[in-house]
């Protein structure tokens, strides 16, 4: 990466060539607001650039018919990852507010999705079948074409990784929008694709906005076959419609609310420390934070003492800190908007904790609540916070975790070994852990019901996200 003066500067990488731009941005530190360094800021241009080189590999080049070409690129990704861990997980907690902890998980559960995509990318998923004498039939996965794949900021080495893997993976090019919020990060990973030799110049695009130009630009234009988006569920209607004239294909992860069912019969020593962490970890700034606390009456005046009690004690500080145990929001203005959020649910509930604020660090809160569609419980806040909601029953539970528009992830607490199975069936969820929470397995899909999100991330629904299925036939002469 270049310098700019003393710092680092962040460029685009297109069509296998580095570009910058005539606006450039300013890296912060989110806990310090020191600056980290510049980035080159891009837009519509930048995005347009990126899908015509998207297109030109995918049409002129033998990449989407090369499954050891893919494969190869993708180990070869990993590699880079490995080499360059210490420098992400650094970056990524000056730069993301993450503390040391979280962006070590993230670095390093993205190197074993890759090798996973790479081995998927040599891996039949066809069929063949004589129908008839002397009529064959079969199918054959083939990549949708250019894909266009949009980022977020609160993890975006695995959450890039988790689209543009399964995208590469299925013979797709790639076009890639990422976050202003991590300019660096995002030009340590061009660096990492640069270095990639089986990637052709083209198959893989990254450039970065701060404005909202380039994005629409991705989702609205022909060129661009398939698009994966990470985000809120609000964006996500906007881009069902602007994707709409062209009916390319979307997957979608969006919005959470995660209900965390905690019954009378629950191991609270175990529960609890979980619990925290739901809600804490990425400074609840994770589509799957726990930001619903669901109990039954019975165990409810013990687990509120011991909840308050951690939250009260959780220590707020820089990532880089060892003695930190959540690091910072993303910036001041998102923190200012989360502690309003609190503020304003205190004239219909009770808060229990209230978090402190100290610019871009602020404390966790928990807020108990009984009216299921006040608006704490009903929309996302996408940072430390969480309700404190009873229930009487199993019926009760599920009633209520199910009242959201929401449905990405829930988990249940208990010691019964039906109810897991009984109470799961019947949420209205993606992934339901049982006495756990956020396990995610690259071979096992995640996804949300409802409006957390259309299609299917990770597994082997990943993988055909970017695929279409074709259907040969072939009439042999008769003997």
């Not at 904790?353 to 996408?382: T, W």
């Not at 009760?396 to 988990?411: M, P």
Request: proline share 5%; glycine share 10%; net charge negative.
């Amino acid at each position: 990466m270049p310098t700019s003066g003393t710092l680092p500067h962040a460029r685009h990488y297109i069509d296998g060539r580095w570009r910058d731009s005539g606006a450039r941005g300013e890296s912060r530190s989110p806990a310090t607001n020191d600056l980290l360094g510049t980035f080159a800021d891009g837009g519509a241009e930048e995005a347009r650039s990126a899908v015509a080189a998207a297109r030109r590999a995918f049409d002129t080049t033998g990449w989407s018919r090369d499954r050891h070409r893919r494969a190869a690129a993708l180990h070869e990704l990993a590699d880079h990852f490995e080499n360059r861990r210490e420098e992400l997980i650094t970056l990524l907690t000056r730069e993301n507010g993450k503390v040391l902890s979280e962006a070590a998980l993230e670095v390093d559960g993205t190197i074993p999705k890759l090798r996973y995509y790479a081995a998927l990318a040599i891996t039949d998923h066809g069929r063949a079948a004589e129908v008839r004498p002397g009529m064959y039939s079969m199918t054959l996965r083939e990549a949708v074409g250019v894909a266009g794949v949009i980022v977020p900021w609160n993890s975006p080495v695995i959450l890039s990784a988790r689209s543009f893997a399964p995208a590469l993976a299925a013979g797709c090019t790639v076009a890639m929008k990422m976050p202003a919020q991590t300019g660096l990060v995002n030009g340590l990973l061009s660096e990492i694709i640069a270095d990639t030799p089986s990637l052709d110049p083209g198959v893989f695009n990254v450039f970065t906005e701060s404005g909202n130009a380039g994005a629409p630009e991705l989702v609205s234009s022909s060129g661009v076959d398939v698009l994966s988006y990470t985000g809120s569920t609000a964006v996500g209607r906007v881009i069902m419609k602007q994707a709409a004239p062209t009916l390319k294909a979307l997957s979608m992860e969006l919005g959470g609310k995660t209900p965390m069912l905690v019954f009378d019969d629950a191991d609270l020593d175990a529960a609890v420390p979980v619990l925290a962490k739901a809600i804490t970890t990425f400074a609840g700034q994770f589509c799957m934070t726990g930001s619903r606390v669901l109990v039954q009456r019975g165990v409810a005046d013990e687990l509120r003492r011991r909840l308050v009690a951690s939250l009260e004690t959780v220590r707020v500080g820089p990532g880089d800190d060892p003695a930190s145990e959540m690091g910072a929001m993303i910036d001041e203005s998102n923190a200012q908007r989360v502690e309003q959020t609190v503020a304003a649910a205190a004239d219909y509930a009770t808060v229990l904790v209230r978090g402190k604020r100290d610019r871009a660090l602020l404390g966790p809160s928990l807020i108990e609540v009984a009216d299921v569609s006040a608006p704490i419980v009903q929309r996302e806040v996408f940072g430390p916070v969480a309700t404190f909601e009873l229930f009487d029953s199993e019926a009760d539970a599920v009633g209520r975790a199910n009242a959201t528009e929401f449905g990405l992830a829930a988990s249940i607490w208990t010691r019964d070994l039906d109810r897991p199975l009984r109470v799961g069936r019947e949420l209205r969820a993606g992934t339901v852990w049982t006495n756990t929470w956020a396990v995610i397995h690259d071979q096992f899909e995640e996804g949300g019901f409802k409006q957390s999100g259309v299609g299917r991330l990770n597994g082997i629904r990943g993988i055909e996200e970017f695929q279409e299925t074709k259907h040969l036939v072939h009439v042999a002469p008769q003997l």
